[in-house]
C-alpha cells in the first residue's frame, strides 16, 4: 500500500515533492533570503558566517560552499529556490544546469543548440519496459488492519472565550461552569484513549492568513507551530508538535486524489486548534507539551467562496485513503472537526443562536452525513448565522470514517449541546469507529453498549426527536 512514486525512478531527476520539501525546507529559506541585495552582499562577503544563521545540515552546508547544485537538490532543494544562490555568483541558468549534467559549459551549451538532449535512453521505460500507470481508482473500501488506524473522530465548537476562560482560571464560575461539564466525560475518555497523533481541522481567523493570501485547505507539515497572539498576547499554552513525515505522506496521497491543498512548514496557530486542545487535555502551560502531535488542517470559511459540505466531506475520504495507504510505524490516529455551531457575529443580527438546527445537524452527521452533504452555503447562513458555516469542518472528520468506506457504523460515545458561550452555541460529539473483538472470548461477550451522554440542558433523546 505504499504511496505510488514512479517518479523516484526516471533517470537524472530529482522531483520536489512533500517529502523533500521537508527536508529542504531551511536550505531553501536561506535561498530566499539572498533575494534581498543586503543579503547578497553579506554572504558573498563570507559565506561561511552568514550560513551560520540558518539551521542547515552538514551535508546542505558543504553542498552550498561547493555550489553543488546536484547535492543541494539530494538534500531537498529545489532548482528554482537554489537559482538564487546561483544568481548570487553571477551565474546564468544555463550555466547552472550546465554544471549538473557533468558536461563543461560549452559542451552544454552546443548540446543546446544542435536541439537538446534527446530523451531516448533518457526515460524510464527505455530502462525497464516501465509505462505510465493508468489512473488509479479511488479506493471506496477500507484497508485491512492499517498500521494507521482511525480510531475516533472529535467535534467541538472552538469558542475563543472558552480559552480565556481557562486561562483566566474562571471555569468553575457558575456561567462557565455549565460549559465545562460537558468535557469532563471527554478529559477522562482522552487519557485512556490519546492517539499518536491529531489531524486537525479548524479555520485560521485572520491569524496566519491575512487578506493577502487566502487558501481553501491548508495542511501543515512543519515539526512545530507557535501558538499566536491574536491581538491579547499569546494563549499561556504549549506549542503545537507536528507530525512532518506523516503530514508529507497525506500531502501525496491526497494531491494525487485531485485536491489542491496549500502545504505549509511554518505558521502559527491560534484558538481555533488551541481551545480545542485544551478542553480535551486540560489547561496545560507553556512549559509543558501536548500529549498529542498535532497535523493542522485549516479551512478557509472566512472569505467567499468557501468549500461545500460535499468538499470536505470527499476530502475526509482522501484523508481516510492517505492513511490506509501509510506503511510507517503503527500509529493511532484521531481526526477532529472544530467550529459552529450556529452563531453570528457581525450585523444587525449578530447573536443568532439555532437550537434546533444545531441538534439537526448532529443528527445527521451521525446517521446521514451523506445526506448532510447536500444541505447548501445557504442553509448553514440562513439557519446557523453568517459564522455558521465552521460546521462544514465536521464532515471532513465524518467522511474519513469506516462506515463511508463500507464499515460498521460508528458508537456515539458522548454528546453535548449547550446555549450559550459568549456569543456561540456549543456542541460536542466523540464518535468511534467500531472495534474487531481481539479473542473468541471478547467476542463472546460482545462489545460494550455506546455511552450516549445527555446534554447539560436536555436528554439526548429529546435532542434527537
Known sequence: MALDKPYKN????????????????????????????ENRERFLADQEAYLDEWPLSPKQRQAVLDMDLN??????????????????????????????????????????IGGGRRPEGNRLKDLDGWTPPAPGEKSETMRENPPARFTSA???????AIGAAMDLGKTEEPYWKKVFSGYEWTRKWAKENTP????????????????????????????EYPVADEGYGPRPVPDVK??????????????QDDFDLTLVNEMVVDHGLTVPLSLVYGELGVDEEWPVRVIPLAVNVVQYPVPSGRRCYELGKALRRALDKWDGPELNVQ???????SHQLQGPR?????????????????????????????????????????????????????????GGSPTVDHRFYHVPASNTAVGHLVISNPVAPKSDEAAAEGQSAPVQAESADRPLAEANA
Open 10 to 37: 526516471v533517470p537524472g531527476t530529482i522531483i520536489f515533492d512533500a517529502e523533500m520539501a521537508r527536508k529542504g525546507y531551511h536550505l531553501n529559506q536561506f535561498s530566499m533570503s539572498l533575494m534581498k541585495p
Open 154 to 160: 472529535l467535534y467541538t465548537s472552538h469558542v475563543p
Open 242 to 255: 507536528g507530525y512532518p513525515e506523516l503530514a508529507a505522506h497525506i500531502a501525496q496521497s491526497v494531491i
Open 71 to 112: 547535492a543541494m537538490m539530494a538534500e531537498g532543494g529545489n532548482i528554482y529556490f537554489l537559482s538564487k544562490i546561483g544568481a548570487t555568483h553571477g551565474l546564468s541558468f544555463q550555466q547552472m544546469a550546465g554544471s549538473m549534467t557533468g558536461m563543461s559549459e560549452a559542451a552544454y551549451r552546443d548540446m543546446m
Open 350 to 406: 449578530a447573536g443568532l443562536i439555532n437550537e434546533e438546527w444545531d441538534n439537526a445537524f448532529m443528527d445527521h452527521l451521525i446517521a446521514d452525513p451523506l445526506g448532510l452533504t447536500e444541505w447548501p452555503h445557504m442553509e448553514y447562513v440562513d439557519e446557523a448565522g453568517s459564522e455558521g458555516i465552521e460546521l462544514v469542518d465536521w464532515l471532513i472528520a465524518r467522511g474519513a470514517m469506516d462506515d463511508q468506506f463500507g
Open 335 to 341: 481526526i477532529w472537526g472544530t467550529g459552529g455551531m
Open 196 to 223: 499518536d497523533v491529531v489531524i486537525l481541522v479548524y479555520n485560521d481567523h485572520a491569524t496566519a492568513f491575512d487578506s493577502s493570501i487566502i487558501p481553501t485547505f491548508v495542511l501543515g507539515t512543519g515539526e
